[in-house]
């Protein structure tokens, strides 16, 4: 069974920085990994994520602003957040996709608030 833990999640200032960290216990080789929010009432949407060929895919909402890159020696993928705004605020998690099976970290809370 494949586990991802999280870390990084925390509060911050709107236009601050926060750097969320993933790493899977199996050293399997994902076909993608990435990063997933959900806010309180909405539906978990995608953030970013980065396909083992290195092709990145990003939300509208975050382009420009966040950064996701990933070890595949380490089987970690990290996601760089720059410039939050107080819609970012959401539960964050990690998930790495095996070509039809998706694993999912617990997640990790974001709150940006001044």
């Known amino acids: 069974q494949v586990q991802l833990v999280e870390s990084g999640g925390g509060l911050v200032q709107p236009g601050g920085s926060l750097r969320l960290s993933c790493a899977a216990s199996?050293?399997?080789?994902?076909?993608?990994m990435g990063w997933y929010r959900q806010a309180p009432g909405k539906q978990r949407e995608l953030v970013a994520n980065?396909?083992?060929?290195?092709?990145?895919n990003y939300a509208d909402s975050v382009k420009g602003r966040f950064s996701i890159s990933r070890d595949n020696a380490k089987n970690t993928v990290a996601l760089q957040m720059n410039s939050l705004k107080p819609e970012d605020t959401a539960v964050y998690y990690c998930?790495?996709?095996?070509?039809?099976?998706?694993?999912w970290g617990k997640g990790t809370l974001v709150t940006v608030s001044s």
């Open positions: 980065i396909i083992s060929g290195g092709t990145t």
């Open positions: 998930n790495a996709d095996a070509r039809g099976m998706h694993y």
């Open positions: 199996s050293m399997f080789n994902f076909y993608a």
